[in-house]
C-alpha cells in the first residue's frame, strides 16, 4: 500500500497505540490507507478510510524520525484546530500527542495541485482564497502568533549580513547595488505589516485545487 517512490514512513509503521488512537478518533477502523508523495517531513502523510466510509488525512511524526517536526505537527494542530471551517481549509478533526508521537487526523480533500507551469485560471482561484484569508477576523486564539513582519524579518535583512560579511567572490552586480537593495527589503518587510490571516507558505504543494473549481490551503504550521 504505500509507494515505493516515498521516503516517508506509512500507515503500517505506526505503532499499534497510535494507529488506534487515530481510529478512535475517527470512530471506526482504517481499513485503506495511501501514502502520498511531497513534502519535508519523514512522517506520515496518508488518505485513510474507515469501515464505516469515513475518509481522512492522517500525518503522524516522532522524535526519532526528525527532532523538529513534532513542534511543527503540534503548531499546525493549534492553528488549524482553531481556523474558522468556512474558509477554504482541510479542517483538523483532531489530534493526539503522546508526547512522543504527534498525529494530526485532518478532513480529507479530493484534489490535484495547481499545474506547473501556473495556469491563469488556476492562479485565479488561489488569490480568491487568499482573498478570503484577508477578509476573516482573526480568531481570538491565533492572535498570539507573531505577525509577519515579525516572522520574516531575519530573512529581510539578508542584504544586511551580505554587506557586514561580504564574501571576496561576491558578483559585482550586488556589490554596486546593495544600497539598493537594502532600501528595497527594507521598503518591502515593512509592506508585510498588517492585520489579516496569512498562510505564508502558498507554494503549489500546499494547494489542492478541487472539481468545484476551488483552491484549497492546506499545511498550517
Not at 523538529?68 to 503548531?75: A, G
Not at 474558522?84 to 508526547?99: Q, R
Not at 505589516?193 to 504543494?205: E, F, P, Q
Amino acid at each position: 500500500m504505500e509507494p515505493a517512490w516515498s521516503t516517508r514512513i506509512g500507515w503500517l509503521d505506526l505503532p499499534i497505540h497510535v494507529r488506534t488512537a487515530v481510529e478512535d478518533i475517527l470512530g471506526s477502523e482504517v481499513v485503506q490507507f495511501v501514502g502520498q508523495r511531497g513534502g519535508f517531513s519523514p512522517g506520515t502523510a496518508d488518505r485513510v478510510l474507515t469501515s464505516s466510509g469515513k475518509r481522512a488525512f492522517v500525518k503522524a511524526v516522532s522524535r526519532e524520525l526528525n527532532e523538529d517536526t513534532p513542534k511543527i505537527h503540534r503548531q499546525e494542530a493549534h492553528i488549524a484546530g482553531n481556523l474558522p471551517a468556512t474558509l477554504p481549509i482541510a479542517p483538523l478533526m483532531g489530534h493526539y500527542d503522546d508526547g512522543h508521537w504527534v498525529v494530526l487526523v485532518l478532513t480529507d480533500i479530493e484534489g490535484q495541485p495547481p499545474q506547473l507551469p501556473w495556469k491563469l485560471d488556476e492562479i485565479t482561484l488561489v488569490i480568491d482564497a487568499l482573498e478570503k484569508l484577508a477578509h476573516v477576523q482573526i480568531p481570538h486564539p491565533l492572535l498570539e502568533l507573531p505577525t509577519l513582519k515579525e516572522e520574516l524579518a531575519e530573512a529581510f535583512a539578508g542584504w544586511k549580513r551580505v554587506r557586514e560579511l561580504l564574501p571576496e567572490a561576491c558578483d559585482p552586480w550586488i556589490v554596486e547595488r546593495l544600497d539598493e537593495l537594502e532600501s528595497l527589503a527594507a521598503t518591502g518587510i515593512e509592506e508585510l505589516d498588517g492585520r489579516c490571516l496569512v498562510h505564508n507558505d502558498v507554494r503549489a504543494d500546499n494547494i489542492l485545487i478541487t472539481a468545484q473549481d476551488q483552491a484549497i490551503l492546506v499545511d498550517w504550521p
